[in-house]
């Protein structure tokens, strides 16, 4: 791990929301278009991750055709974006608004299409506005065997960075989802 994940001394040991969704709670999509956990999206990971214990989540999708890089196995990003978007529906649980600023992947071993890719996140530390934290995917289910693990930093930022930087169209169709909490989560993770 590179010092740039490892949390300072003074960082504090995360602290989950009041208001987060309970243990064993879906946490659902986010945003509907994103890549990573969005049902609007043909291809995509349609990865569903659950609320656990502390400031804790559990996930999983399983490998498509549409996800392979190598015949019959899944694509190096396409496994470090299902770690990303654990890595992120952490911050669900903290209630804040963080995008991902550093993402160190291992990968283990080759996960086939058709595997399910389960996995598990937690965040490590807090340090004002850097959120520390790691996963882990496993093949088959929470004891199979590691395929893949990643720690990561996320940046908290105000709902501004997505505003300024965002496709004007999608940030107002965003913004008008009468939903208020559809409306927060589709700020939630993207970088």
Same mark, same amino acid.
């Given at each position: 791990?590179?010092?740039?994940?490892?949390?300072?001394?003074?960082?504090?040991?995360?602290?989950?929301?009041?208001?987060? #969704?309970? +243990?064993?709670? +879906?946490?659902?999509?986010?945003?509907?278009?994103?890549?990573?956990?969005?049902? !609007?999206?043909?291809?995509?990971?349609?990865?569903?991750?659950?609320?656990?214990?502390?400031?804790?989540?559990? %996930?999983?999708?399983?490998? $498509? $055709?549409?996800?392979?890089?190598?015949?019959?196995?899944?694509?190096? !990003?396409?496994?470090?974006? %299902?770690?990303?978007?654990?890595? !992120?529906?952490?911050?669900?649980?903290?209630?804040?608004?963080?995008?991902?600023?550093?993402?160190?992947?291992?990968?283990?071993?080759?996960?086939?299409? !058709? $595997?399910?890719?389960?996995?598990?996140?937690?965040? $490590?530390? /807090?340090?004002?506005?850097?959120?520390?934290?790691?996963?882990?995917?496993?093949?088959?289910?929470?004891?199979?065997?590691?395929?893949?693990?990643?720690?990561?930093?996320?940046?908290? /930022?105000?709902?501004?960075?997505?505003?300024?930087?965002?496709? #004007?169209?999608?940030?107002?169709?965003?913004?008008?989802?009468?939903?208020?909490?559809?409306?927060?989560?589709?700020?939630? /993770?993207?970088?």
């Amino acid at each position: 791990m590179s010092t740039a994940l490892t949390p300072p001394a003074d960082a504090i040991p995360p602290v989950r929301h009041p208001d987060a #969704p309970a +243990p064993g709670e +879906p946490l659902g999509a986010h945003y509907e278009h994103c890549f990573g956990c969005g049902g !609007g999206q043909p291809h995509g990971l349609h990865l569903e991750a659950r609320a656990g214990e502390g400031v804790t989540v559990t %996930a999983g999708f399983t490998v $498509t $055709t549409d996800h392979q890089g190598a015949p019959g196995l899944a694509h190096g !990003g396409v496994l470090a974006t %299902a770690l990303d978007e654990t890595l !992120g529906s952490l911050n669900w649980l903290l209630r804040t608004i963080a995008v991902t600023g550093r993402l160190e992947t291992d990968f283990v071993r080759p996960v086939p299409v !058709g $595997t399910l890719l389960h996995l598990q996140a937690e965040v $490590t530390a /807090v340090h004002g506005r850097k959120i520390y934290s790691t996963a882990t995917g496993r093949i088959g289910g929470p004891e199979g065997p590691v395929a893949v693990r990643a720690d990561a930093l996320f940046i908290e /930022v105000k709902v501004d960075h997505f505003i300024d930087n965002g496709r #004007p169209e999608e940030i107002r169709a965003a913004m008008a989802d009468p939903d208020q909490v559809r409306r927060a989560r589709a700020f939630e /993770v993207n970088p």
